[in-house]
């Protein structure tokens, strides 16, 4: 297959993702729409690159009708990070440099959508969370799913969230870079055109600094009360999530480690992710891979 055809195969691709925002299946959609248009500008000229985009919208906007601008505004906030990867893929960067500069853009677009929403449109996010969660309740208590008056959970609920929106916006946008990332790669080199991989995981560690800010994380849980609404209080409630994600990540490490150590079957480790993803109090064998030697225990 030639590049005329592989570029047509991959917008249809972004348009069919594109298209898809409006199904039920959008929460998958929208890790997966960077992908088409980081492979799209990797492999074509600039020029090339926005006839396919204008292609790609005139039609998403034909087909979609009134739901036409809502999947173009997601497009075309995925544009932006998706360039900026496929420019560095084209410039050979390191594959590390590569997802730290889509995050950081990710992560500045999403801040920058929300501070221009709030202060043009006076949206008390908060508020607005709240009373989606209420309603959904009550949806579910219609149905008898649930039970009971849910208004003060809903308002504690869209609270508990406003508060863990740094987080949100961190690991959202860190996912984000790493799926493009992994997935475009891949499809790269089916095309033929190489680019840098990550350090395989089993390589990976991060600094001990880690374990040191943790303990100052639970130091500090315990010394503010957990009524208080202040600037630390928050900063507590999203360091901790934050360190234990790292520190999850830094257990599924370790356990490539262990499946490298003593040859085991590739799909080892990967099978003793899913507990690792699922039991949060497992991120304890990677603060403890971070604190301690134990990989030389495991070294023959």
Same mark, same amino acid.
């Given at each position: 297959?030639?590049?005329?055809?592989?570029?047509?195969?991959?917008?249809?691709?972004?348009?069919?993702?594109?298209?898809?925002?409006?199904?039920?299946?959008?929460?998958?959609?929208?890790?997966?729409?960077?992908?088409?248009? !980081?492979?799209?500008?990797?492999?074509?000229?600039?020029?090339?690159?926005?006839?396919?985009?204008?292609?790609?919208?005139?039609?998403?906007?034909?087909?979609?009708?009134?739901?036409?601008?809502?999947?173009?505004?997601?497009?075309?906030?995925?544009?932006?990070?998706?360039?900026?990867?496929?420019?560095?893929?084209?410039?050979?960067?390191?594959?590390?440099?590569?997802?730290?500069?889509?995050?950081? !853009?990710?992560?500045?677009?999403?801040?920058?959508?929300?501070?221009?929403?709030?202060?043009?449109?006076?949206?008390?996010?908060?508020?607005?969370?709240?009373?989606?969660?209420?309603?959904?309740?009550?949806?579910?208590?219609?149905?008898?799913?649930?039970?009971?008056?849910?208004?003060?959970?809903?308002?504690?609920?869209?609270?508990?969230?406003?508060?863990?929106?740094?987080?949100?916006?961190?690991?959202?946008?860190?996912?984000?870079?790493?799926?493009?990332?992994?997935?475009?790669?891949?499809?790269?080199?089916?095309?033929?055109?190489?680019?840098?991989?990550?350090?395989?995981?089993?390589?990976?560690?991060?600094?001990?600094?880690?374990?040191?800010?943790?303990?100052?994380?639970?130091?500090?849980?315990?010394?503010?009360?957990?009524?208080?609404?202040?600037?630390?209080?928050?900063?507590?409630?999203?360091?901790?999530?934050?360190?234990?994600?790292?520190?999850?990540?830094?257990?599924?490490?370790?356990?490539?480690?262990?499946?490298?150590?003593?040859?085991?079957?590739?799909?080892?480790?990967?099978?003793?992710?899913?507990?690792?993803?699922?039991?949060?109090?497992?991120?304890?064998?990677?603060?403890?891979?971070?604190?301690?030697?134990?990989?030389?225990?495991?070294?023959?």
């Amino acid at each position: 297959m030639n590049m005329a055809w592989k570029s047509l195969a991959w917008s249809a691709a972004a348009l069919v993702l594109l298209l898809s925002i409006a199904t039920p299946l959008s929460g998958i959609t929208l890790f997966l729409l960077m992908t088409p248009l !980081v492979v799209l500008y990797t492999m074509l000229k600039p020029v090339s690159f926005a006839v396919h985009i204008v292609a790609i919208a005139a039609v998403a906007f034909a087909l979609l009708g009134n739901g036409g601008a809502i999947a173009l505004t997601f497009g075309f906030f995925f544009l932006v990070p998706s360039i900026v990867m496929g420019h560095l893929y084209k410039r050979r960067a390191k594959a590390k440099t590569v997802v730290m500069v889509g995050f950081l !853009v990710l992560l500045a677009q999403l801040l920058t959508e929300l501070a221009l929403f709030s202060a043009q449109y006076n949206i008390d996010f908060s508020a607005q969370l709240a009373t989606f969660i209420e309603d959904w309740l009550k949806q579910l208590q219609t149905n008898d799913l649930v039970t009971g008056d849910w208004a003060g959970t809903a308002s504690s609920l869209g609270d508990a969230i406003m508060r863990m929106l740094p987080t949100l916006l961190l690991l959202t946008s860190f996912l984000l870079a790493i799926v493009t990332h992994a997935l475009s790669r891949r499809l790269l080199s089916i095309s033929g055109i190489v680019t840098p991989a990550l350090p395989e995981m089993k390589t990976w560690m991060f600094p001990r600094s880690l374990v040191f800010y943790y303990l100052i994380a639970v130091i500090m849980s315990y010394a503010i009360p957990a009524s208080s609404t202040g600037f630390w209080s928050d900063v507590v409630s999203n360091a901790m999530p934050i360190l234990q994600f790292a520190f999850t990540v830094q257990a599924m490490a370790f356990f490539f480690f262990l499946a490298g150590a003593k040859s085991w079957p590739k799909i080892i480790p990967i099978i003793l992710a899913i507990p690792l993803l699922l039991f949060p109090p497992f991120y304890l064998i990677g603060l403890l891979d971070v604190a301690f030697p134990l990989r030389k225990y495991f070294v023959k």
